[in-house]
Structures are given as structure tokens and as C-alpha cells.
């Protein structure tokens, strides 16, 4: 044993007064290795098994970027009007006390509990060109069913509670004196909600979009009972990896989820930068 | 501005916070309001301001009856005691929000703005900091820039709410001494909240002393401390002690013997008496004083704070001698209140 002399520079272990860094340490790295990486490491070995030429033909392959392009975009939809009517939930929650206010507080859960498919059929039934919703928007000439926006609808089902409950925590921290500051500086209560609260709330709304956008592309179960699954038009990406599984075509299954794995990484590396960079600004 | 409050009482949820209170502050006062939790100090400066509406009475600014206005048009400029500053704005945006959020012909242009920032800042001697955040800032300076927020809009009546209330005492004494030279060059009617007598009597041109949603006294410095006019601000401010007596023929009673005190206007009956610890007359015999045994001694700071037990029923009241005086080894002192003051018993 010998006592290191006090080094300047970065120590692999701070000094702590609590006990068992190197046990605990030790376990989450096993964990995660043995959740995450393991897995992810395997797909991406999978679909290296491909030539960079094949792998560059599945991607490429206009089938394969249509699904991408109708999970991402479903999703970045999806997200986008959750952010919008989330934050207005997380509002009403917050912000008013009303009789069944713990009753809505609750449903709002419910996305989280319900088995999607559960939630796929439901939505299914309701929207169909015969079903009580779908049987009003038939006249008007908006499908639902089987189409994109059907798609949408399900994804917004499954992501508002992402929105909500990052949300509601940050709203209901807000200082009241903060608008109250506000108010006497002469700020409308319009102004107050622009200037001073949402830029307050900027940061867990992009958490919450994030959060949303990541569970729509990866959703499966109550989307492929609303999608009518037509290829080109409403077919998902986790669909056509299930299809390509079901043929043995186990190259081309791993290649479309390794794009859709860097795409997801990207995304999300994005929405962690954005909140760095509002961290270090407002503390 | 002249600020009249008149009348003033505040329910909340039927409890009431504030009775009938009436106030006269002078244009270009500094005023304290000084009081013990619940007083309802903070109330009266949140009605002042209009962040609450009081539930009978009025409140005029000048000749104006600025109960009828919202908070954003009485012109106010409010400092809380936890600064509630933006987090996401600049220093200088902070400071020039009230100015920006302006309509019209009154919102001066931006470059005004960015040059009345920085002149505040000047003023509130924090020049430099104008593209800091809140979050970079100490304690001192956060509050410092709250108060430069609130002087941009050129408040009519500008109002603290325990200012210096989350600050440590070295940097409160200094931005107390600061406050009062800020308010002798800008000379706004400043009205504070404060439950630190210290702060109060020191800082404020005129005190108001309130207990239970109630104004026991309004005076300066001077008044409330020599005159208390209630037992609660003889006991509330600075040290006291108090004895229960009763007034004969003119002649102060302690138990079954006078005390040597006349209190010739005094009605006959029980009463308390009240005087400072610190102002008495030690007596070596006893034919008409105050006598008790020693309970306790303790040093505090310059003096020697004697705990006596007087009489019978061991009423204690404290008394403060010189260190080195030689009454505080002996087993029974013998003394008569300087000054003091009688109120007839409750």
C-alpha cells in the first residue's frame, strides 16, 4: 500500500463518505453491458455480417426509406401535437383545483398501463370507416384507419403522458413570485405566460418531446392494428424488420434496425445537447 | 408619491389578516413595517402593491384611488425577499423587462433601454455585469439587481418585502447602510418589511410597529423606543422587563410595599410595569424599592444580564449591570427602575 501523493489532474475515484462506489459501480456497468450493450452490439455485428454494398441496397431500397420516413415522421408529428396538448393538460393539473381533478390526473397514466394492443384495437375500432368517430369523419372525406394519420393518432395516445409528466414536475416548482414580479413590472398575463413561463418550461417540453418521439418510433403494438400496414403508405419501420424476421431475412431485418438505431442516437444526442447548452445558461 | 391607506381590512378565507388599518406615508418617506410573524406586515405591502385586494377599505396614491387599478398599472416596483429574478434572462434583460414589456410610444427604444440598464446597474454598484445570469450571482448582488429591476420603471412607490431577509448578517448591515443612500439619491417613497427591529429603527425615517393585523404604533426611532405606547411595543422592541403592581393613592405597590415610584395620574387598581433591563438604579438598603434573590447571571457582550426572582410569587425580570460590578456576586439585589412606563393590567 502506498498513499498516492495529492495529484493534480483527474482522479478515476473522489473521496467519498459513502461506502461501496466500487461495488455499485461495478454492478450497473455489468448491468448495463448486459441489458443494453450486449444487444446493441450484437445487432450492429449482424448487419456488419453484410457487405457494405448490400447493406447500402436494403437502405437504400424504397420500401425500407418509406418506412423510415413514415416512423419518423409519424412520430415527429405525433410528438409535436403532444407537446402542444400535454403542456396545456400539465397546465390544467397544475395551475386550477377542480372536482376530479385526481380522477384526470390519474388517466393520464393509463397510456403508460394499457397494453398497446389493447389501445390498437380500441383505436381501431373507433376510427374505422364504421366505427363511432370514423363514422362521423367519413362524410367529410378524412380517413383515419389505415392511413398515416391514423398512425399519428396512435402515437399520440401512447406519448402524451411522456409529455405531461416531465412537464407537470417543472410547472409546478415555478415561483409565484416570479409572476408576480412580473405583474408588477407592468407585464401583461399574456406576456407573462411568453416571456416568463415558457421559457422557463422550454427545457422539460424538449425533454418531453424527446421522450414522445423516441416511444413513437419505436411503437409497434397499437400501431399495426390502426396502420393497415399497405407498404409504401402505411407501413412502419419495426413492421418491416418483423416481416424481414418472419422471412429468415435476419441481414436485412438487423440493417434496418441499425439505421434506426444511429437515427434514434442522433435524435436524441440533439435533444441532450440542447439541454446542456440551456443548463449551463440558467442554472 | 404620497401613499394613504384608509381603512384597509384583508379576509383570508373569512380569517381576517388585517383590521381596519389606516396608514399615512409621505412622499419621499422611507417606512418601516415591523412586526412578528402574522402581523400581517407582508399583507398590507401586497395590498399596497395590488398583488392583493383588500376586502373593505382603500388605498389612494396622491388624490388617486389606486384600489380600483390592477397591479401592472399602479406602477409599483416590488422587491421580494427571495429576489425572483428571471433565471432565463441576462442581468440586463432583467432590469429592462419592465421597460420592454411596454406598449406603444411609452416603450423606449431598445438602445434606451440597454443604456437605462446599465445606468441602474451603475447605481446599484454591479457595473460590468449586464450579460451575467442570475444563477452567476451571489445572494447580495441578486438582490442588488432586483431592486435596480424595480427602480427601471420609475415606481411611484417602490416596496420590500424583507429585503435582506435570506441574506447573511455581514452583507445585510452592508446593503442596509446602502438602501438608505440609494433612497437619499433617488428619493423614492420607499416602504420595507422587516420583523428585524434592528433593521427598522435604523433604516426607516418612521416605524410602523404591528401586532395581529393591527398598527400598535407609528413613529420614528426615537418615539418608539422612549414612548412604546402598549404594553406589545414596550415588550416587542429592544430588552424589558415586567412586573405585576398595583396602583394606591398615587403610589406604586409591589406586593405589600411601595416600590418608591409616584405615579400620581395613574387610576387606582393592578397594572404592569414596564422598564428597560438596562436602565435602573442599584440601592444598598431597601425602604422602597425593588428587591429580589439571583436566579441566574450570564455575560452578554459589555454587560453582566441579571435574572432577579422577586417577591413571593418569583416573578423574574432581568436587569443589566457592569461587568465588573460587584452586586452581580451577591446573593440579593436591591434596585429602582430609571425610567419606565405603567399599563394598566389586562
Given at each position: 500500500?502506498?498513499?498516492?501523493?495529492?495529484?493534480?489532474?483527474?482522479?478515476?475515484?473522489?473521496?467519498?463518505?459513502?461506502?461501496?462506489?466500487?461495488?455499485?459501480?461495478?454492478?450497473?456497468?455489468?448491468?448495463?453491458?448486459?441489458?443494453?450493450?450486449?444487444?446493441?452490439?450484437?445487432?450492429?455485428?449482424?448487419?456488419?455480417a453484410?457487405?457494405?454494398?448490400?447493406?447500402?441496397?436494403?437502405?437504400?431500397?424504397?420500401?425500407?426509406?418509406?418506412?423510415?420516413?413514415?416512423?419518423?415522421?409519424?412520430?415527429?408529428?405525433a410528438?409535436a401535437?403532444n407537446?402542444?396538448?400535454?403542456?396545456?393538460?400539465?397546465?390544467?393539473?397544475?395551475?386550477?383545483?377542480?372536482?376530479?381533478?385526481?380522477?384526470?390526473?390519474?388517466?393520464?397514466?393509463?397510456?403508460?398501463?394499457?397494453?398497446?394492443?389493447?389501445?390498437?384495437?380500441?383505436?381501431?375500432?373507433l376510427?374505422?370507416?364504421?366505427?363511432?368517430?370514423?363514422?362521423?369523419?367519413?362524410?367529410?372525406?378524412?380517413?383515419?384507419?389505415?392511413?398515416?394519420?391514423?398512425?399519428?393518432?396512435?402515437?399520440?395516445?401512447?406519448?402524451?403522458?411522456?409529455?405531461?409528466?416531465?412537464?407537470?414536475?417543472?410547472?409546478?416548482?415555478?415561483?409565484?413570485?416570479?409572476?408576480?414580479?412580473?405583474?408588477?413590472?407592468?407585464?401583461?398575463?399574456?406576456?407573462?405566460?411568453?416571456r416568463?413561463?415558457?421559457?422557463?418550461?422550454?427545457?422539460a417540453?424538449v425533454?418531453?418531446?424527446?421522450?414522445?418521439?423516441?416511444?413513437?418510433?419505436?411503437?409497434?403494438?397499437?400501431?399495426?392494428?390502426?396502420?393497415?400496414?399497405?407498404?409504401?403508405?402505411?407501413?412502419?419501420?419495426?413492421?418491416?424488420i418483423?416481416?424481414?424476421?418472419?422471412?429468415?431475412?435476419?441481414?436485412?431485418?438487423?440493417?434496418?434496425?441499425?439505421?434506426?438505431?444511429?437515427?434514434?442516437?442522433?435524435?436524441?444526442?440533439?435533444?441532450?445537447?440542447?439541454?446542456?447548452w440551456?443548463?449551463?445558461?440558467?442554472? | 408619491?404620497e401613499?394613504?391607506?384608509?381603512?384597509?381590512?384583508?379576509?383570508?378565507?373569512?380569517?381576517?389578516?388585517?383590521?381596519?388599518?389606516?396608514?399615512?406615508?409621505?412622499?419621499?418617506?422611507?417606512?418601516?413595517?415591523?412586526?412578528?410573524?402574522?402581523?400581517?406586515?407582508?399583507?398590507?405591502?401586497?395590498?399596497?402593491?395590488?398583488?392583493?385586494?383588500?376586502?373593505?377599505?382603500?388605498?389612494?396614491?396622491?388624490?388617486?384611488?389606486?384600489?380600483?387599478?390592477?397591479?401592472?398599472?399602479?406602477?409599483?416596483?416590488?422587491?421580494?425577499?427571495?429576489?425572483?429574478?428571471?433565471?432565463?434572462?441576462?442581468?440586463?434583460?432583467?432590469?429592462?423587462?419592465?421597460?420592454k414589456?411596454?406598449?406603444?410610444?411609452?416603450?423606449?427604444?431598445?438602445?434606451?433601454?440597454?443604456?437605462?440598464?446599465?445606468?441602474?446597474?451603475?447605481?446599484?454598484?454591479?457595473?460590468?455585469?449586464?450579460?451575467?445570469?442570475?444563477?452567476?450571482?451571489?445572494?447580495?448582488?441578486?438582490?442588488?439587481?432586483?431592486?435596480?429591476?424595480?427602480?427601471?420603471?420609475?415606481p411611484?412607490?417602490?416596496?420590500?418585502?424583507?429585503?435582506f431577509?435570506?441574506?447573511?448578517?455581514?452583507?445585510?448591515?452592508?446593503?442596509?447602510?446602502?438602501?438608505?443612500?440609494?433612497?437619499?439619491a433617488?428619493?423614492?417613497?420607499?416602504?420595507?418589511?422587516?420583523?428585524?427591529?434592528?433593521?427598522?429603527?435604523?433604516?426607516?425615517?418612521?416605524?410602523v410597529?404591528?401586532?395581529?393585523?393591527?398598527?400598535?404604533?407609528?413613529?420614528?426611532a426615537?418615539?418608539?423606543y422612549?414612548?412604546?405606547?402598549?404594553?406589545?411595543?414596550?415588550?416587542?422592541?429592544?430588552?424589558?422587563?415586567?412586573?405585576?403592581?398595583?396602583?394606591?393613592?398615587?403610589?406604586?405597590?409591589?406586593?405589600?410595599?411601595?416600590?418608591?415610584?409616584?405615579?400620581?395620574?395613574?387610576?387606582?387598581?393592578?397594572?404592569?410595569?414596564?422598564?428597560?433591563?438596562?436602565?435602573?438604579?442599584?440601592?444598598?438598603?431597601?425602604?422602597?424599592?425593588?428587591?429580589?434573590?439571583?436566579?441566574?447571571?450570564?455575560?452578554?457582550?459589555?454587560?453582566?444580564?441579571?435574572?432577579?426572582?422577586?417577591?413571593?410569587?418569583?416573578?423574574?425580570?432581568?436587569?443589566?449591570?457592569p461587568?465588573?460590578?460587584p452586586?452581580?456576586?451577591?446573593?440579593?439585589?436591591?434596585?429602582?427602575?430609571?425610567?419606565?412606563?405603567?399599563?394598566?393590567?389586562?
Amino acid at each position: 500500500m502506498t498513499t498516492a501523493p495529492a495529484q493534480a489532474g483527474w482522479r478515476f475515484r473522489q473521496p467519498s463518505v459513502i461506502p461501496g462506489f466500487g461495488l455499485t459501480l461495478g454492478f450497473s456497468l455489468a448491468y448495463l453491458t448486459l441489458i443494453i450493450l450486449i444487444p446493441l452490439s450484437g445487432l450492429l455485428w449482424r448487419s456488419a455480417a453484410l457487405g457494405w454494398p448490400e447493406f447500402w441496397a436494403i437502405a437504400t431500397d424504397r420500401r425500407t426509406i418509406k418506412a423510415l420516413e413514415i416512423s419518423f415522421g409519424t412520430a415527429f408529428i405525433a410528438a409535436a401535437v403532444n407537446v402542444v396538448f400535454g403542456t396545456l393538460v400539465a397546465w390544467v393539473l397544475v395551475r386550477y383545483r377542480f372536482p376530479g381533478r385526481r380522477i384526470v390526473d390519474a388517466m393520464v397514466d393509463l397510456p403508460f398501463a394499457l397494453p398497446t394492443a389493447v389501445a390498437g384495437i380500441a383505436l381501431t375500432t373507433l376510427y374505422a370507416p364504421n366505427g363511432w368517430i370514423g363514422k362521423l369523419l367519413m362524410p367529410l372525406g378524412i380517413k383515419v384507419a389505415y392511413t398515416p394519420l391514423g398512425i399519428v393518432i396512435a402515437l399520440v395516445f401512447i406519448g402524451l403522458p411522456f409529455v405531461v409528466r416531465t412537464v407537470q414536475p417543472i410547472m409546478e416548482e415555478i415561483d409565484k413570485e416570479v409572476e408576480e414580479a412580473a405583474a408588477t413590472l407592468g407585464a401583461s398575463r399574456f406576456q407573462i405566460i411568453t416571456r416568463i413561463l415558457f421559457p422557463g418550461l422550454a427545457p422539460a417540453i424538449v425533454t418531453g418531446f424527446s421522450l414522445a418521439f423516441a416511444r413513437g418510433v419505436g411503437e409497434y403494438g397499437s400501431v399495426i392494428f390502426i396502420a393497415g400496414n399497405l407498404p409504401y403508405k402505411s407501413e412502419i419501420a419495426p413492421l418491416l424488420i418483423v416481416i424481414r424476421l418472419e422471412e429468415y431475412n435476419y441481414p436485412a431485418a438487423t440493417a434496418i434496425a441499425a439505421i434506426m438505431l444511429a437515427l434514434s442516437f442522433v435524435m436524441l444526442l440533439v435533444v441532450n445537447l440542447v439541454q446542456a447548452w440551456s443548463r449551463k445558461r440558467y442554472g | 408619491m404620497e401613499v394613504r391607506v384608509a381603512n384597509v381590512r384583508k379576509e383570508f378565507d373569512r380569517f381576517p389578516a388585517l383590521h381596519d388599518v389606516s396608514l399615512d406615508i409621505k412622499s419621499g418617506e422611507l417606512i418601516a413595517l415591523l412586526g412578528p410573524s402574522g402581523s400581517g406586515k407582508t399583507t398590507l405591502l401586497r395590498l399596497i402593491a395590488g398583488l392583493e385586494r383588500p376586502t373593505r377599505g382603500k388605498i389612494f396614491f396622491g388624490d388617486e384611488d389606486a384600489s380600483q387599478r390592477s397591479i401592472q398599472e399602479r406602477n409599483v416596483g416590488f422587491v421580494f425577499q427571495h429576489y425572483a429574478l428571471f433565471r432565463h434572462m441576462t442581468v440586463a434583460d432583467n432590469i429592462g423587462f419592465g421597460l420592454k414589456v411596454r406598449h406603444g410610444p411609452s416603450r423606449p427604444p431598445a438602445q434606451e433601454i440597454r443604456r437605462r440598464a446599465s445606468e441602474l446597474l451603475d447605481l446599484v454598484q454591479l457595473s460590468g455585469l449586464e450579460k451575467r445570469y442570475p444563477a452567476q450571482l451571489s445572494g447580495g448582488q441578486r438582490q442588488r439587481v432586483a431592486l435596480a429591476r424595480a427602480m427601471a420603471i420609475e415606481p411611484k412607490v417602490l416596496l420590500l418585502d424583507e429585503p435582506f431577509g435570506a441574506l447573511d448578517a455581514q452583507v445585510r448591515r452592508e446593503l442596509r447602510r446602502w438602501l438608505r443612500e440609494i433612497h437619499d439619491a433617488t428619493g423614492h417613497t420607499t416602504v420595507f418589511v422587516t420583523h428585524d427591529q434592528e433593521e427598522a429603527l435604523e433604516l426607516a425615517d418612521r416605524v410602523v410597529v404591528m401586532s395581529q393585523g393591527r398598527i400598535e404604533q407609528v413613529g420614528t426611532a426615537d418615539d418608539i423606543y422612549d414612548t412604546p405606547n402598549s404594553p406589545f411595543v414596550y415588550g416587542f422592541i429592544g430588552e424589558s422587563s415586567s412586573l405585576p403592581v398595583k396602583v394606591e393613592n398615587g403610589e406604586i405597590w409591589l406586593a405589600d410595599r411601595p416600590i418608591g415610584l409616584a405615579a400620581p395620574h395613574e387610576p387606582s387598581g393592578d397594572a404592569t410595569l414596564f422598564f428597560r433591563p438596562h436602565d435602573v438604579e442599584l440601592l444598598d438598603g431597601c425602604s422602597g424599592c425593588i428587591a429580589g434573590t439571583v436566579a441566574a447571571s450570564r455575560r452578554v457582550a459589555g454587560t453582566r444580564r441579571v435574572e432577579l426572582e422577586i417577591g413571593g410569587e418569583r416573578q423574574r425580570v432581568e436587569i443589566e449591570l457592569p461587568v465588573d460590578h460587584p452586586a452581580a456576586q451577591k446573593s440579593r439585589v436591591a434596585f429602582r427602575p430609571g425610567r419606565w412606563k405603567l399599563f394598566p393590567a389586562t
